[in-house]
């Protein structure tokens, strides 16, 4: 009997020792420190597609931020959903190699300046969208994440792409017009 709950203990140390080993390795990383730096707009097809770039900081939430504003409204006329939805997104000089890793996770921070962000849009879009160097897009599961401040993400099927090439980002949460900011944006695994 001692010695079977010995070897229990035995195995809960082993078990809590390997997850304290793991560590979390940071691929990408972007904090908007001295600007946009490459990210942009897109899907907002009228003329304030342009991302702007805010230096205050809101309640250490954001800081030094980019911001994204609703130039379109497309509202379908059976589910009042906004059709043309915009993402921040940018692609990468450099690919992120993900080949043999296990996971991915992203984070970021969000804040909606304007907007109602109790209604929003309910049609099939991700908040999260990964494009491969080879094409093949990763996402996340259409609006399974209410609108928060701060976004940690689980990615599932990376093996299907070797490098990230592209990031999207969802911005245009809401039914109607809104203002959104976006910071602290990070791609990471665990091993």
């Known amino acids: 009997m001692y010695l079977i709950l010995l070897l229990i ?9 390997a997850n304290a080993a793991l560590k979390q390795i940071t691929l990408y990383s972007e904090d908007f420190l001295l600007g946009p730096n490459g990210w942009n707009i897109q899907g907002n097809t009228n003329k304030t597609n342009n991302i702007m770039y805010e230096t205050y900081s809101i309640n250490s939430i954001i800081n030094r931020y980019i911001v994204g504003k609703e130039g379109l409204i497309n509202v379908n006329y059976k589910r009042k959903d906004d059709l043309n939805l915009w993402y921040f997104t940018t692609e990468l000089s450099t690919p ?17 300046f304007v907007g109602n962000f109790s209604d929003t849009n309910l049609i099939a879009n991700p908040l999260v969208k990964l494009v491969g160097s080879n094409g093949f897009v990763i996402q996340t599961k ?5 609108f928060n401040s701060h ?3 689980q990615l599932n099927q990376i093996q299907k792409i070797d490098a990230i090439k592209q990031i999207y980002i969802l911005g245009d949460w809401t039914r109607w017009y809104e203002t959104v900011g976006l910071d602290n944006v990070q791609i990471s695994t665990w091993v």
């Open 142 to 146: 259409p609006n399974a994440y209410p």
């Open 151 to 153: 976004f940690n993400i």
């Open 96 to 112: 992120i190699n993900i080949s043999n890793i296990p996971n991915l996770i992203i984070s970021f921070n969000m804040y909606g």
């Open 9 to 17: 203990l035995i195995l809960i140390f082993l078990c809590n020792s």
